[in-house]
């Protein structure tokens, strides 16, 4: 079978949906037509991409790499393709949440410039690598350990942990706050792009009550509302304020890198650029930002969970 582009867009809806049926609708295409491709790519690649059987859909592990695949690949055709893209070729740098923090703006405004032919596009996306690995971004700003095949990272900068508190918890009281003092309260993690898991306490002083969110705004609003508090880093307090909200020192946690990531091989020819700059304005911090350059190549990555 010669695989074409448009066997690769049709495993990644019927990815996307879960279901044959819906991909099929979707595609406007029956659901015969739509189960043979899928085998045509099993047969090709000579592995099983989903378990499937009335009730029950899912891709393997094979199907979720080679999923990643299709889309970098689909992303790649479609950049390549653009006309727009024969002018102007913009470089897309994703996060998940609050980018380079409170150098965020004075990043943008540097490569404004520096740079005004290669426009800087930055994209939230909610997903663990902010859309690299799926090819809808260039580079990425990530927060903690980057554990993707295919990447390469480099450490910026590392930030202090801190709590979320509703303003009117006890807990905002506090000048500083331990993990101790956590463990009492129901802790709001979030499961796609958060840098906290229950395995940053010690396993015998764990909170017992969680509650799971997938993105930032979900994160904030149930601390909020006073159904959680929350772990994050110092970056959230600068990019996301809120009248109902109290952030304190987290005092026994370790630091969390921030990294710049970008996929192996041929990447966008301004990416260089970019991460010289991102070193760049985090050495222009002020005093009370004293994180160096050659202190945070230095900073070892700390042992443990971040």
Known sequence: MTIELRH?????????????????????ITQP?????????????????????????VLTPEGRVFRDKAALAVAAVETALDPAGLRSWPLRLGH????????TVALLRRWDET????????????????????????????????????????????E??????????????????????????????NTVSGTTTLDLWPPSARPTVTLEVTNTDEWLMTVAAGRAVGVTTSATQGNHTHPALVYRPLS????????????????????????ALAHEVLT???????????????????????
């Open 160 to 189: 202090d942990r801190v709590v979320v508190v509703p303003a009117d918890s006890p807990l905002a009281a506090l000048p500083r706050v331990t993990l101790a003092d956590l463990a009492a309260h129901p802790i709001a993690l």
């Open 284 to 306: 222009q911090r002020g005093p009370a930002h004293e994180t160096q350059a050659h202190e945070i190549q230095a900073h070892e990555v700390p042992e443990g969970p971040v």
């Open 96 to 103: 998940t949440w609050a980018a380079l923090g409170d150098r």
């Open 33 to 57: 037509a739509l189960s043979r491709t899928l085998l045509r790519l099993e047969g090709h690649l000579g592995a099983r991409l989903a378990d499937r059987s009335t009730h029950h859909f």
């Open 115 to 158: 740079r005004p032919g290669t426009p800087l596009e930055l994209l939230r996306v909610d997903d663990p690598t902010a859309g690299l690995t799926r090819g809808r971004v260039d580079a990425a700003l990530l927060r903690g350990p980057v554990t993707a095949p295919g990447l390469r990272t480099e450490v910026l900068a590392w």
């Open 252 to 275: 026994d946690a370790p630091p969390v890198p921030v990294s710049l990531a970008w996929r192996e091989g041929p990447t966008h020819p301004a990416l260089p650029a970019l991460l």
């Open 8 to 28: 690769l867009r049709a495993f990644l809806v019927i990815a996307e949906e879960g279901n044959l049926t819906r991909a099929a609708a979707r595609l406007r």
